[in-house]
């Protein structure tokens, strides 16, 4: 070994399912090295617990490379942990030093009920898109290039709002747990493009009734949610929906 | 299909109800800062103000400003309230540990206390209105003045034998530092809200925010301090006394 590994104390939250109370449960960790993502320290732990025959801790991820959106930790009380345009995923152990404690919970939101420990359900999600994230044309071959005349500016802006993986970062991160930043740029993702034009109206209608139906929180412009967003999607995004939404009913 | 009543429905809508309103009600603290300012040129100046805007319209003016700015207030401590309250409901179970994101985030005490100051500024404004329109709790009875032939109330006299009285000034300096704070974060949202903020003019909207901020509450605070200071309560005042 380099001889560079460390030791971490955990401070995780343990719930054995959605109807039990929770708590944070204690873990030391050592042999920690500064390489591996946080991820793989708690598959270390899980394997050391599981040799213990305690219950391993339970957490979703899935690609590890920060694009599907599945992970989604509490680390310190920043969702996502330390890292700005980062995943949970890409949080590397040497963003904690030696004997630091590390506190890790789940998204919080009463949208988003716990599972079991660091694991919830965000579902809410795709009832909002279910709402409204979609274009309602026939899907064939792909059309002739220049039939269709999107500006340069639009498509990227579009592009960027199309570049939200779902994570719920933003519900997470939000004081007033809003689902706006995830809603707007969905409905950003589609209002700046022709095809997606015609329905922009009930579009932003139906996808801000399900938003409220879901239960989140309303925004309070603070903008934590586009400090933690894996993939920086701007809260202008935000004032769009509204801008779209004011359009709709006006 | 959706329409106007959607606006007080959803939570889009009540945002975009609290910005409106929020942008209007700094119009009005501007014109209100405005024309308060003259109580610092002196007694004639200020009572003829305050004749001239009761005269506007055959009188009609501020009767009709006065409901309008109700529905104002109203609409806004509402809607904002609204905002504050679904914090509650959204996440009943909070954070064991929580920080701040940092980076681009713009929250700040300004942003998380927006219910405080609002509330502190309601009632406020309330009991103004009461001290100074209403005239509850004055320290003495002010005779009608005579402008221009016309019998109108004596105001100034009112507000410097008020702003002669110490806690007054200090409650008053107070809420105007709330006020403050309460604009350092409303104005720029209030843009936010409206979907008039762009990358372009975010700093430009976030400047102007601060300066707009800082001049309410300095110059709403300037008048009670050079009152206490510069300014003997009237005779007849139980402050005159000693």
């Known amino acids: 070994m380099a001889g560079n590994e460390f030791s971490v104390k955990l401070l995780i939250w343990r719930q054995s399912g959605p109807a039990q109370p929770g708590e944070l449960a204690s873990y030391t960790m050592d042999n920690v090295l500064p390489e591996m993502s946080l991820l793989e320290m708690l598959d270390l732990l899980n394997e050391k617990l599981t040799a213990e025959g305690i219950d391993p801790v339970a957490f979703d991820s899935d690609c590890r490379e920060g694009i599907c959106g599945t992970c989604g930790l509490v680390i310190n009380g920043i969702a996502h942990g330390p890292h700005s345009g980062a995943a949970t995923c890409e949080v590397r152990m040497r963003s904690f030093s030696d004997g630091e404690t590390i506190v890790i919970e789940p998204f919080r939101a009463a949208s988003f009920p716990v599972i079991k420990d660091l694991v919830v359900d965000r579902a809410a999600f795709d009832r909002i898109m279910q709402a409204g994230g979609y274009v309602s044309i026939n899907t064939g071959s792909a059309p002739e290039a220049n039939s269709i005349p999107v500006p340069r500016p639009h498509a990227e802006s579009a592009m960027d709002a199309a570049a939200c993986i779902g994570c719920a970062a933003c519900v997470a991160a939000c004081p007033n747990a809003s689902a706006s930043l995830f809603t707007s740029a969905k409905i950003s993702q589609y209002a700046q493009l022709p095809q997606g034009r015609a329905e922009a109206k009930r579009r932003v209608v139906r996808m801000v009734d399900a938003m409220d139906e879901e239960g989140f929180g309303n925004c309070s412009n603070h903008g934590e949610c586009e400090a933690v967003c894996p993939k920086e999607i701007s809260i202008f995004n935000i004032g769009r929906m509204r801008r779209e939404y004011l359009k709709a009913v006006l | ?242």
């Open chain 2, 1 to 242: 299909m959706a329409g106007l009543t959607d606006i007080t429905r959803s939570t889009v809508g009540k945002k975009l109800l609290n910005g409106l309103t929020g942008l209007l009600l700094c119009g009005f603290i501007v014109s209100h800062l405005t024309g308060n300012l003259l109580l610092l040129v002196g007694r004639e100046a200020f009572n003829q103000y305050a004749y001239f805007l009761h005269s506007l319209g055959h009188g009609a003016v501020v009767p009709i400003m006065e409901v309008g700015l109700v529905m104002l207030f109203g609409a806004h401590a509402i809607s904002g309230i609204s905002v504050a309250r679904s914090r509650r409901r959204a996440r009943p179970d909070g954070y064991k540990k929580s920080a701040n994101a940092g980076g681009t985030s713009r929250k700040s005490l300004a942003s998380r206390s927006m219910i405080v100051t609002g509330t502190v500024l309601l009632i406020f404004v309330i009991l103004h209105v009461a001290q100074f329109k209403l005239g509850w709790g004055q320290l003495r009875d002010y005779p009608d003045v005579m402008i221009d032939g016309h019998a109108s109330v004596d105001l100034y006299s009112r507000v410097v034998d008020w702003f002669n009285w110490a806690p007054m000034v200090g409650l008053y300096v107070v809420v105007m530092l709330m006020l403050g704070n309460h604009l350092r974060h409303g104005f720029w949202s209030a843009f936010q809200t409206l979907g008039a903020n762009n990358p372009r003019y975010e700093n430009l909207i976030n400047t102007a925010g601060m300066l707009f901020a800082a001049a309410m509450a300095v110059g709403f605070l300037l008048i009670p301090i050079y009152i206490f200071l510069f300014v003997e309560p009237t005779a007849g005042s139980s402050l005159a006394a000693g």
